[in-house]
């Protein structure tokens, strides 16, 4: 099995009969077996439908779940693509007269060819002394409210429409996604394995029939 990321946000995918009831003890199930702690449901998803009964812990037009046809999907990804516009624009302000930085994999690859010269604490202060990274982690301190992440240097690098299209895709399937009997995450940080993940997520939800239930779950690595 291939090494995970740190997941945060797994969305599960549910059969039609599951009720609001029902969905944490069996999405929880789901990560239980994939060596995961459930932390509970999360407020995840835009609903179409606040009041509606069918939707899971409902909140200010959000929901940690419900059937496919009462979720605002299309509406989470257009957001997260303006959001993304705007955050990228700002980001080429902060960074402006930097080189490109390279990707903390690149330094996570160094560590583990040779961890006797590279041990992890040089490859993150490599990492982290790059003029690039340098001026966004100066920014971040200075405005905590509103970070650019630099887990997002690749992509960000990658341009304005990459940078947005990466966005909307982001924006439903969370960190994993229990598809049925498949588990499905990156395999690694790299922008490469992220799309993969993100396109073959995508295209399961997009293929659910509209009865079709998803929760999104808060969860840790066990111990």
């Known amino acids: 099995m291939p090494a995970r990321l740190a997941v945060h946000t797994i969305v599960v995918c549910l059969s039609t009969d599951a009720t609001p009831q029902s969905m944490p003890a069996l999405a929880a199930t789901r990560l239980v077996a994939q060596q995961l702690r459930p ?20 909140y200010q037009g959000y929901a940690a779940g419900g059937p496919v046809r009462l979720l605002d999907l299309a509406g989470m990804r ?23 930085a390279q990707p903390f994999s690149v330094f996570v690859d160094r560590h583990r060819d040779d961890p006797a010269h590279w041990p992890l604490s040089r490859a993150q202060q490599a990492y982290l002394a790059q003029p690039r990274v340098l001026a966004m982690t100066t920014y971040n301190a200075a405005y905590r409210q509103q970070p650019i992440p630099t887990s997002d240097i690749e992509a960000l690098q990658a341009g304005l429409n990459s940078y947005r299209t990466l966005a909307a895709l982001s924006a439903v399937p969370g960190d994993a996604l229990a598809a049925d009997a498949n588990w499905l995450t990156p ?33 840790w690595p066990l111990a």
Do not use: C, K
């Open 39 to 58: 932390a509970g449901p999360v407020g995840h998803f835009a609903a179409r439908h606040r009041l509606t009964r069918q939707l899971l812990h409902r």
């Open 78 to 100: 257009a957001r997260a693509a303006t959001s993304a516009v705007w955050l990228w624009h700002r980001w080429r302000d902060v960074v402006d007269g930097t080189r490109d």
């Open 187 to 219: 395999r690694s940080g790299r922008l490469t394995d992220q799309l993969d993940y993100l396109h073959a997520a995508n295209d399961h939800v997009d293929r659910l029939r509209p009865n079709e239930q998803l929760v999104a779950m808060a969860a």
